[in-house]
């Protein structure tokens, strides 16, 4: 099927995903899914290809069966991001996903699905606390400065509960880990609305799991792992079909 998005019509064989949503099924991190990336054999189809779906990811599955998938922002390959992920995952119903920087481990558990990595495999970025839930909602933009920035304040520390957005701030590349989220355009790119990797890095550095509500209502699940993994984890759904 063709379905609209972004204003044009997305290519059969391109199904598009909501991932991280929130318990009502609403919001979570757009990504678009290439079920047989053979169709783009070369480096120059897939960005063209990622630039023309406009979504922060966009997976190419090179082999349904062994995991391995590879994942461009509109402009670059990344090695690693958490969202994709969890989306191809939860498409591939596989438990690994191979990836050039190691295996990723994937499994289901009941209305979320899971992903354990390694959490220097996540781009660097600043994690920045606030006092209060407010003074996070209360942002127009990011504050000045240079690199990925993801704000946070405890919702409630004893629980876990932590409320965050993500920001790509001035000398960041576009489109990475990046989605059309409610906030200031940088480069083109509004605010994060969903963003696994930077969880990852938030539960490690903690020490210990959360439950992340991030951008206008997504949610995102942390844990410890063995080994100084983290898992990451949350809801998936369908938005359009190939």
Same mark, same amino acid.
């Given at each position: 099927?063709?379905?609209?998005?972004?204003?044009?019509?997305?290519?059969?064989?391109?199904?598009?995903?909501?991932?991280?949503?929130?318990?009502?099924?609403?919001?979570?991190?757009?990504?678009?899914?290439?079920?047989?990336?053979?169709?783009?054999?070369?480096?120059?189809?897939?960005?063209?290809?990622?630039?023309?779906?406009?979504?922060?990811?966009?997976?190419?599955?090179?082999?349904?069966?062994?995991?391995?998938?590879?994942?461009?922002?509109?402009?670059?390959?990344?090695?690693?991001?958490?969202?994709?992920?969890?989306?191809?995952?939860?498409?591939?119903?596989?438990?690994?996903?191979?990836?050039?920087?190691?295996?990723?481990?994937?499994?289901?558990?009941?209305?979320?699905?899971?992903?354990?990595?390694?959490?220097?495999?996540?781009?660097?970025? &600043?994690?920045? !606390?606030?006092?209060?839930?407010?003074?996070?909602? +209360?942002?127009? *933009?990011?504050?000045?400065?240079? =690199? #990925?920035?993801?704000?946070?304040?405890?919702?409630?520390?004893?629980?876990?509960?932590?409320?965050?957005?993500?920001?790509?701030?001035?000398?960041?590349?576009?489109?990475?880990?990046?989605?059309?989220?409610?906030?200031?355009?940088?480069?083109?790119?509004?605010?994060?609305?969903?963003?696994?990797?930077?969880?990852?890095?938030?539960?490690?550095?903690?020490?210990?799991?959360?439950?992340? &509500?991030?951008? !206008?209502?997504?949610?995102?699940?942390?844990?410890? +792992?063995?080994? *100084?993994?983290?898992?990451?984890? =949350? #809801?998936?759904?369908?938005?359009?079909?190939?």
């Amino acid at each position: 099927m063709n379905a609209c998005v972004n204003d044009f019509d997305v290519p059969d064989g391109i199904d598009v995903l909501r991932v991280f949503c929130g318990p009502d099924g609403r919001h979570g991190n757009p990504l678009g899914v290439v079920r047989d990336g053979r169709g783009y054999p070369d480096d120059d189809s897939r960005q063209a290809l990622a630039r023309k779906l406009g979504f922060s990811e966009t997976v190419f599955v090179d082999d349904p069966e062994r995991g391995d998938v590879d994942i461009r922002t509109p402009d670059l390959r990344l090695p690693f991001a958490g969202h994709p992920l969890v989306g191809a995952a939860w498409l591939l119903d596989l438990e690994i996903l191979e990836l050039p920087v190691g295996d990723v481990e994937a499994r289901q558990d009941g209305e979320f699905t899971w992903i354990t990595a390694r959490p220097e495999w996540a781009p660097p970025r &600043t994690l920045e !606390r606030y006092a209060s839930v407010a003074e996070v909602e +209360a942002l127009t *933009g990011p504050p000045p400065g240079e =690199g #990925r920035l993801y704000v946070w304040a405890w919702e409630d520390e004893a629980a876990g509960r932590v409320r965050a957005r993500g920001f790509p701030r001035r000398g960041d590349e576009r489109g990475d880990s990046r989605s059309g989220g409610a906030g200031a355009r940088v480069g083109g790119i509004d605010e994060d609305e969903a963003t696994g990797a930077a969880a990852m890095l938030l539960s490690a550095q903690l020490g210990r799991a959360l439950n992340i &509500t991030q951008g !206008r209502g997504s949610q995102i699940l942390t844990a410890p +792992a063995p080994d *100084g993994m983290v898992e990451v984890g =949350g #809801r998936v759904l369908l938005a359009v079909a190939s």
